[in-house]
T-cell receptor, first 112, second 116 residues
Framework: AQRVTQPEKLLSVFKGAPVELKCNYS??????LFWYVQYSRQRLQLLLR??SRESIKGFTADLNKGETSFHLKKPFAQEEDSAMYYC??????????????FGQGTILTVHP | DAGVIQSPRHEVTEMGQEVTLRCKPI?????LFWYRQTMMRGLELLIY????????DSGMPEDRFSAKMPNASFSTLKIQPSEPRDSAVYFC??????????????FGEGSWLTVV
């Protein structure tokens, strides 16, 4: 079974401070990992994918297979980063191919 | 493309009533997903379809919930009878075959359901 854990429900930082949103997963195969963001009362939108190895809005995330983690990081948080962040895992194959499982989400608040 | 379209955006209903949520996926997308979002449980996958066929409905909470996809451009999620604990935001999402975009999915704006 695939499982995604985001241990922090709430995270508060001040503007300009570094921020790290934690994500751990369990999956027996080779996963694809994602971060989605949801701004207040809006739809979820993709922030980044591990296979792209890109930086979006200053955020990066590295897949650590040894620690089964995919933490989201940003060196200097901005107030507009305040949102709900979801880590998600997808099967790369198998009978449940395409099934995207989300963690419980972390609400990030960046204070001025 | 207008993206994934859901209706209604907001619904308030009385306990025991039937609720039908609707979704129009992005044209050409082969996969359609229904998720439920609550503060306590986050985003839960209820069911997903591939080419209109249900693939995994293990997340459907109980028999009161049912979902259909009669064609490639329309899906419904029905709750009958509704209960206050069904109050949540219900998201529909879709994506094309992975060869086109990997496993990235695209969400609708959600249907905010309140059962009183």
């Amino acid at each position: 079974a695939q499982r995604v854990t985001q241990p922090e429900k709430l995270l508060s930082v001040f503007k300009g401070a570094p921020v790290e949103l934690k994500c751990n997963y369990s999956y027996s195969g080779s996963p694809e990992l994602f971060w989605y963001v949801q701004y207040s009362r809006q739809r979820l939108q993709l922030l980044l994918r591990h296979i792209s190895r890109e930086s979006i809005k200053g955020f990066t995330a590295d897949l650590n297979k040894g620690e089964t983690s995919f933490h989201l990081k940003k060196p200097f948080a901005q107030e507009e980063d305040s949102a709900m962040y979801y880590c998600a895992l997808s099967n790369a194959g198998g009978t449940s191919y395409g099934k995207l499982t989300f963690g419980q989400g972390t609400i990030l608040t960046v204070h001025p | 493309d207008a993206g994934v379209i859901q209706s209604p955006r907001h619904e308030v209903t009385e306990m025991g009533q039937e609720v039908t949520l609707r979704c129009k996926p992005i044209s050409g997308h082969d996969y359609l997903f229904w998720y439920r979002q609550t503060m306590m449980r986050g985003l839960e996958l209820l069911i997903y379809f591939n080419n209109n066929v249900p693939i995994d409905d293990s997340g459907m909470p109980e028999d009161r919930f049912s979902a259909k996809m009669p064609n490639a451009s329309f899906s419904t999620l029905k709750i009958q009878p509704s209960e206050p604990r069904d109050s949540a935001v219900y998201f529909c999402a879709s994506r094309p075959d992975r060869l086109i975009s990997g496993n990235t999915i695209y969400f609708g704006e959600g249907s905010w359901l309140t059962v009183v």
